[in-house]
């Protein structure tokens, strides 16, 4: 059965910060204490989008009234999966269970 790299994509909200920076670090923390230690060798990463006017890529960070909303993208390898949908139920259901209350979207799934 092949092995996959399943990256997925939250959205953190972090509330009472001062800089979009702050909101980032604090995000990636925060993901990082839900996930240790069952899921430590998760990647945290800040997502990117593309500007729809000019083209230029940019992180998915937003912050408003010292209220931040950031996307993270989270990259976890699956071993033995069955098919790709698999790795995919198996990816979503091991970081659901430690960040309840937060919706999940699959990005991109890769055979390893």
Partial sequence: MPDYI????VGW???KVKSVEDA???AI???GKKLSPDLSFVRI????LDCPKCGSTF???FLVSKTALVGLVLEMK???AQSKEHAERIAKREIGKRMP???????DVKEI
Avoid: D, M, P
């Fill in 29 to 31: 923390a925060e993901a």
């Fill in 6 to 9: 399943v990256a997925v994509q």
């Fill in 13 to 15: 909200i972090v509330k």
């Fill in 45 to 48: 990463n800040v997502g990117t």
């Fill in 78 to 80: 699956v071993f033995n």
């Fill in 59 to 61: 992180k998915s960070a």
């Fill in 101 to 107: 209350n937060i919706a999940i979207e699959v990005l």
């Fill in 24 to 26: 980032i670090r604090i």
